[in-house]
């Protein structure tokens, strides 16, 4: 596992190199103004706060992209230096970031948490003295004193809590212990400080607890080597719930998982160990040492030994964490309901069985009411509807619904048959006229023309005798047809 040093110095180049790409740095002249002196927030407020929202940016942006959780002003200057030119106004916008509560100085950050000293013992991997200024600090000159960026903690240990959350399946996968949960987020590439730090948060909104190889610490302990070998895991609480307190079940859970990971690992050793001297038994028959064969299998069959021992061992030891899960999600289960039962008593206590009977006794009393009023109100309405009828003679609406019946189907009839005449007109109007001119007949001559006028006048008088004038107009019809037959 990495240590510290090597952690803060990774976080470092990686903190360079995402500053040094950002777009406003790559050019020059726009470096120039932002390394430039801050000016007067009242003689200049425009340009003031556009410098200190690059700057705030900037910090806020390092720290999520290389989880830069605690930082010094001399850090942040080698963090920002480009072509070997820092800000050299930096502290000056570190006062300001200050005073607006931007960042905040580390050791008021855990004294405003409340955390005492033996406390923080536990947690803190160097201890530290608390601060008792109330001025802002002179970055200038405490260029190693220690800031976070509060937002940023408080982010970082919800996801913190969120990534142990996704890996607690059972009813004791809560309690990890310490070096394991430093494994799991080993890619976070974050010191131990930093660790204890989301843990203080964590604590703080009653979602973690600290198991300790000292169950009672000496509050006078002011041993400043204390490099945090005291923690020795941490239970968390489950979701949406607050941690539970520490039980003496938690430290023998504890001890069976590491004893059991101990115990793997031992496995896997013993298994290379034995692979290695299978092949140098194969070795030593290769070239006929016999000797040296017949040692090394020796030695091969007393790994073999161990190895299943450790086995069994872990294996028991593995069927034990399973009965203790099994046990907790009994004792769950017994809680609930001896808490469901409580409450089942407690409202039972307020029905008697004489009040559900009298209950009962009203409310089929209520419904045989009911009953003989829906009854007599039935009976109501059938006597008035028998009297409101017995004056109507039935044969007398029969015969009237028949003269109704047959007056509708008379009329359906009638209009059937105009319906029919309609179609009738309209296909002869279709049909081709034989006053139209037809080109195989032989043009009449004019002493045809004479005697088809004389037909026709006397077809116009005999068939229907018309007045003198009507006459007169239908000749100069017929002419008129007979010209243009013609």
Known sequence: ???????????????????????????????????????????????????????????????????????????????????????????????????????????????????????????????FQYYTGLSTPNTETDKNVKFILPEMIKDKAEQLYQHQLKNMNSTT????????????IKDWYITREELD??????????????????????????????????????????????????????????????????????ESKLLTDIEEISNTIKESIRIKQKNHALLQLKKKKLLESILEKRATASTNIHEILFSIESAKSNQQIIESLCAGVSTLKKVNQEISVDQVDSILDDYQDAITNQREIDDAMKSG?????????????????????????????????????????????????????TSQFNPNLPIPLKNEEDELLKELESLSVSSNPLPQQQQQKKQDENKQKTSELI
């Open 197 to 266: 730090l989301l843990l203080l948060v964590l604590f703080r909104d009653s979602k973690v607890l600290i198991l300790t190889n000292n169950k009672i610490k000496n509050i006078n302990n002011n041993n400043n080597n204390n490099n945090g070998e005291d923690r020795i895991g941490i239970k968390f609480a489950f979701d949406g719930e607050k941690v539970q307190p520490i039980q003496e079940t938690d430290f023998g859970i504890l001890k069976l998982q590491t004893t059991y990971e101990t115990l793997k690992q031992q």
């Open 381 to 433: 309405f059938n006597s008035v509807e028998s009297l409101s009828s017995a004056d109507i003679d039935e044969d007398q609406l029969e015969k009237e619904l028949d003269q109704m019946l047959q007056d509708h189907l008379t009329l359906e009839k009638e209009e059937k048959q105009k319906q029919k005449q309609i179609e009738k007109e309209k296909q002869q109007q279709e049909q081709p006229s």
């Open 173 to 184: 996968d809560n309690i990890i212990s310490y070096i394991n949960l430093e494994k799991s």
């Open 1 to 127: 596992m990495n240590n510290d040093k090597e952690i803060n110095s990774e976080k470092s180049k990686r903190a360079i190199n995402h500053f040094s790409n950002k777009k406003e740095i790559k050019n020059s002249d726009r470096r120039g103004i932002l390394f430039s002196k801050l000016p007067s927030q009242q003689l200049n407020p425009d340009r003031y706060d556009n410098l200190m929202t690059f700057w705030n940016n900037s910090l806020v942006d390092i720290s999520k992209s290389c989880n830069i959780l605690i930082f010094t002003p001399k850090l942040l200057s080698t963090y920002f230096t480009v072509e070997n030119v820092s800000p050299i106004y930096l502290p000056l916008i570190l006062n300001e970031m200050i005073k607006t509560k931007f960042i905040i100085k580390y050791e008021e950050y855990i004294k405003e948490y409340g955390w005492s000293k033996w406390v923080w013992t536990k947690m803190v991997v160097q201890p």
